[in-house]
């Protein structure tokens, strides 16, 4: 197992769009092994592929307080969405930032397991938001391109001024 680099934003690479698993194979496995490691090393609830600049369409997330219940989802596709919740959210590619940002409060989401069989399961509340967010990243989106332009542009200045002080 490794950990891996996360990538921090604003970095291009955060805008590739992932392609498909065609197949779970073992350097599949292999690779969520090492995303499960980063993911809760970081300490973080969620990551997707892109973010270690994997751009295939795998997201891990894990919402539970004992940190004990990883979900993977290979292909992920929601199927069906309602409601709306806005909820506070952060990102391991966006250290320190919290803002909220409006979502779907249910969803039902259909994917891959580990060993390549597909299921689907309904989520709600901050599972459905993590799900969400994770899967945007997929789509190359980072969760602050929902904010005004305004605060998108404060956001890389606090970011900018920070790499700085820590040079
Ligand atoms: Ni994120």
Do not use: W
């Given at each position: 197992?490794?950990?891996?680099?996360?990538?921090?934003?604003?970095?291009?690479?955060?805008?590739?769009?992932?392609?498909?698993?065609?197949?779970?194979?073992?350097?599949?496995?292999?690779?969520?092994?090492?995303?499960?490691?980063?993911?809760?090393?970081?300490?973080?609830?969620?990551?997707?592929?892109?973010?270690?600049?994997?751009?295939?369409?795998?997201?891990?997330?894990?919402?539970?307080?004992?940190?004990?219940?990883?979900?993977?989802?290979?292909?992920?596709?929601i199927?069906?969405f309602?409601?709306?919740?806005?909820?506070?959210?952060?990102?391991?590619?966006?250290?320190?930032?919290?803002?909220?940002?409006?979502?779907a409060?249910?969803i039902t989401v259909?994917?891959?397991?580990?060993?390549?069989?597909?299921?689907?399961?309904?989520a709600?509340?901050?599972?459905a938001?993590?799900?969400?967010?994770?899967?945007?990243?997929?789509?190359?989106?980072?969760?602050?391109?929902?904010?005004?332009?305004?605060?998108?542009?404060?956001?890389?200045?606090?970011?900018?001024?920070?790499?700085?002080?820590?040079?």
């Amino acid at each position: 197992m490794a950990i891996l680099k996360i990538l921090q934003y604003p970095d291009d690479r955060l805008h590739k769009v992932a392609t498909s698993v065609k197949q779970v194979t073992d350097s599949s496995r292999k690779l969520i092994k090492d995303m499960a490691e980063t993911m809760y090393a970081a300490p973080g609830i969620g990551l997707a592929a892109t973010q270690v600049d994997q751009h295939l369409r795998i997201i891990i997330v894990d919402t539970s307080e004992e940190n004990n219940n990883l979900m993977v989802f290979i292909n992920p596709e929601i199927i069906s969405f309602s409601g709306e919740s806005d909820c506070e959210e952060g990102c391991l590619s966006v250290p320190g930032i919290y803002e909220k940002v409006r979502r779907a409060e249910r969803i039902t989401v259909k994917a891959l397991n580990l060993k390549g069989d597909p299921f689907s399961m309904d989520a709600e509340g901050l599972l459905a938001v993590c799900i969400q967010h994770e899967m945007d990243h997929l789509l190359g989106k980072v969760f602050v391109e929902y904010l005004s332009p305004l605060k998108q542009t404060r956001i890389r200045a606090k970011i900018k001024k920070r790499v700085r002080e820590t040079m």
